[in-house]
T-cell receptor, first 114, second 118 residues
Framework: KAGVTQTPRYLIKTRGQQVTLSCSPI?????VSWYQQTPGQGLQFLFE???????NKGNFPGRFSGRQFSNSRSEMNVSTLELGDSALYLC?????????????FGPGTRLTVL | AQKVTQAQTEISVVEKEDVTLDCVYE???????LFWYKQPPSGELVFLIR??????QNEISGRYSWNFQKSTSSFNFTITASQVVDSAVYFC???????????????FGQGTILTVHP
């Protein structure tokens, strides 16, 4: 089975722009979660989607949004980029519906905001 | 609220040494799940183990072993006879039971950078 894929792998944007990141989960997985990883804050949960519905959301401003499509692929969008949004954005998929099961991560998208 | 603490920021060992990575957690739930992930330089988090709060049995998988002690809220990870390929950042994580605010929400520790020198 192919793993979680994320595109693009690297992205450079300037302040004020917006960006869309894409995540394709492992085939058959319906849950997709997003995390932001920075040196200062570590790994922080952004949101989780299951069957096109957002089931959970972390403590991020409304500039961060996401969605999930019927094929379970997910996108996250960040509008009005700030320098502090520079980070590695990781997507993870989960094969079972319960919260307790392991998540499988993609390689991440490294976003640099200039 | 839950919290995971990995007090060791960086550990450096020489190949073949044993090394233990510490993880201490806080949660008010009686049912929860603990995980260890490895993050090599490529960036992808690799799942290593999951343990539920009702199962305190220690686990061994090859050179890896895990010691879960509810009495001290710890879930430590030991690598025996370390190898250069073990060099990575290791994360301990926690998720509470049930749905609602738990879905997808892994709470991670700050990570421990392990460097194994030849």
């Amino acid at each position: 089975k192919a793993g979680v894929t994320q595109t693009p792998r690297y992205l450079i944007k300037t302040r004020g722009q917006q960006v869309t990141l894409s995540c394709s989960p492992i085939s058959g997985h319906r849950s997709v979660s997003w995390y932001q990883q920075t040196p200062g804050q570590g790994l922080q949960f952004l949101f989780e989607y299951f069957s096109e519905t957002q089931r959970n959301k972390g403590n991020f401003p409304g500039r961060f949004s996401g969605r999930q499509f019927s094929n379970s692929r997910s996108e996250m969008n960040v509008s009005t980029l700030e320098l502090g949004d520079s980070a590695l954005y990781l997507c993870a998929s989960q094969g079972l519906a319960g919260a307790q099961y392991e998540q499988f991560f993609g390689p991440g998208t490294r976003l640099t905001v200039l | 609220a839950q919290k995971v603490t990995q007090a060791q920021t960086e550990i450096s060992v020489v190949e073949k040494e044993d090394v233990t990575l510490d993880c201490v957690y806080e949660t008010r739930d009686t049912t929860y799940y603990l995980f260890w992930y490895k993050q090599p330089p490529s960036g992808e988090l690799v799942f290593l183990i999951r343990r539920n709060s009702f199962d305190e049995q220690n686990e061994i998988s090859g050179r890896y072993s895990w010691n879960f002690q509810k009495s001290t809220s710890s879930f430590n990870f030991t690598i025996t006879a370390s190898q250069v390929v073990d060099s990575a950042v290791y994360f301990c994580a926690l998720i509470q039971n049930a749905g609602g605010t738990s879905y997808g929400k892994l709470t991670f520790g700050q990570g421990t950078i392990l460097t194994v020198h030849p």
